[in-house]
C-alpha cells in the first residue's frame, strides 16, 4: 500500500496543537495597497453551507479575517453563480468548508483571478478538480486540525474499553446484581496492548495521547521511514502481528483502493477473543459483515463511529448487535471544535499574504492518498 507512505509523509503530526481560538489575532485595520510589507487585502468569498462561518470563526475569528480579506459577500454560498459574474471575476480567494460547490475548469473560467483556496476541513477531493492545481492555485487543509477531535474521541474510547467501562455498563444495566466486579479480571490500562493502523494524521496524535499511559502501542504502517519520530513511541510492525497482539486495535487508514476491505474476515479471526476493534476512520475499510458475525459471536467488541452507509438502517445488524457502541460520525470536529478548523485556516490567511509558504499545502499528488 504505498499511499499509506505518502499519506503519512503528507501530514506528519506535530506535538503541539498550534490551531488554539487564541491564535486568531485582533482586529487590525484593513490592509492597503499602501500598507507597507503587504499588497491590498485580495477579493475573497465563502463557499460553504450558511451560517458555518460563523461556527468556524466566530466574531474574532471573522473581524480577523476582514482585515486580511476583501469579502465580496458576507453570506456563504454553495453555489458560486451566486456571486454573480462580476464578483467572481474579482475572487482570488476562496474559503471553502462543508457543503462546498464542486469546482474545475468552467467555475476557474469564471475566477480567472483565483491564486488561493483555503479548506475549513480534511479531503478536498470531494470539490477540487485537478484542473486547479494545474491552474497553480494555492489550497490548503485544516485536515491535521480536523484529527485533533478524533484522536481525542479515540483515546477516551481505548481507555474506556481497556477498563471495560462500556462492557460492564452493558451488564450492569440488564443485570445489576449478577456481575460483582470481581467477575473482569481482564480489565485495566496497566501494560496493555494496543494496535494503531495507518501512521496518518489521526494514527500519529492518537500514539502521542497514549503516550503518558502504562501501555505498549503497536503500528501498522507498511512504508513508514525507518527514521519516522513516531517510531520513538511506537513498535512497527506487520498487520497479522498487530492484530494477534492487541487486545484494542484502532484503524486510521485513508480509504485508498488498497486499503478497502483492509480488516476483512481473515483478519478478524486473528484479533483475540474479547479483543476491541474501533473505526474512526472509513467504514470499508473494514468488513462490516464479518465484524457483524464475530460481534453476534460475542468475541469481539467494537467502537464505531463510521458506518456504511450513514445512517445504518433500523435493521441492520450492527444496531442489535452485542458488544458494540454505535456513534453517529461524532468524532470529528463538532459545536466549539470548530474554531480550531477556523484558526487553522486564519493562519493560512496571514501566511498567503505575507508571501510566506502555506502551513498545510495539499499538492496534486497528495490526493490519492487522501481520505
Do not use: C
Not at 83 to 101: H, M
Amino acid at each position: 500500500m504505498p499511499s499509506l507512505r505518502a499519506f503519512g509523509n503528507a501530514v506528519a503530526e506535530s506535538k503541539r496543537n498550534p490551531w488554539t481560538p487564541s491564535r486568531a489575532k485582533k482586529a487590525e485595520k484593513p490592509m492597503t495597497s499602501g500598507s507597507p510589507g503587504l499588497r491590498a487585502a485580495p477579493a475573497a468569498a465563502f463557499a460553504m453551507q450558511p451560517g458555518l462561518p460563523a461556527a468556524l470563526f466566530g466574531e474574532e475569528g471573522l473581524a480577523a479575517l476582514a482585515t486580511r480579506l476583501d469579502l465580496v459577500s458576507a453570506d456563504p454560498v454553495e453555489d458560486l453563480a451566486a456571486l454573480g459574474r462580476a464578483a467572481l471575476a474579482r475572487i482570488e480567494v476562496l474559503v471553502t468548508g462543508w457543503g462546498a460547490p464542486a469546482i474545475g475548469a468552467a467555475e476557474l473560467a469564471s475566477m480567472p483571478r483565483l491564486r488561493a483556496v483555503f479548506h475549513a476541513a480534511g479531503t478536498v477531493k470531494g470539490h477540487l478538480d485537478p484542473a486547479v492545481w494545474e491552474r497553480g492555485v494555492r489550497v490548503t487543509t485544516a485536515a491535521r486540525a480536523n484529527a485533533y477531535p478524533v484522536a481525542e474521541y479515540t483515546l477516551g474510547m481505548i481507555l474506556l474499553e481497556g477498563k471495560g467501562v462500556l462492557r460492564i455498563a452493558e451488564d450492569y444495566r440488564t443485570e445489576p446484581l449478577e456481575h460483582p466486579l470481581a467477575d473482569y479480571p481482564d480489565i485495566g490500562n496497566y501494560r496493555r496492548t494496543v494496535g494503531i493502523v495507518s501512521a496518518s494524521a489521526v494514527g500519529r496524535r492518537v500514539i502521542q495521547l497514549l503516550a503518558p499511559f502504562d501501555l505498549r502501542v503497536l503500528l501498522y504502517d507498511p512504508l513508514l521511514s525507518d527514521d519516522d519520530p513516531i517510531l520513538a513511541l511506537a513498535e512497527r510492525v506487520e498487520l497479522a502481528e498487530l492484530l494477534r497482539g492487541s487486545s484494542i486495535v484502532s484503524v486510521h487508514a485513508p480509504l485508498l483502493p488498497e486499503t478497502r476491505g483492509l480488516i476483512g474476515a481473515a483478519e478478524l479471526a486473528l484479533m483475540p477473543d474479547g479483543a476491541t476493534l474501533i473505526n474512526t476512520a472509513r467504514a470499508p475499510i473494514v468488513d462490516e459483515a464479518a465484524l457483524a458475525a464475530e460481534l453476534a459471536a460475542r468475541r469481539l467488541r467494537a467502537v464505531l463511529d463510521v458506518t456504511e452507509p450513514e445512517p445504518l438502517p433500523l435493521d441492520h445488524p450492527l444496531r442489535s448487535a452485542p458488544g458494540v457502541l454505535l456513534t453517529p460520525h461524532v468524532a470529528g470536529a463538532l459545536g466549539n471544535e470548530l474554531r480550531r478548523l477556523g484558526a487553522s485556516v486564519l493562519d493560512e490567511v496571514e501566511r498567503f499574504v505575507r508571501g510566506e509558504p502555506a502551513g498545510f499545502p495539499v499538492r496534486q499528488q497528495d490526493l490519492r492518498a487522501m481520505a
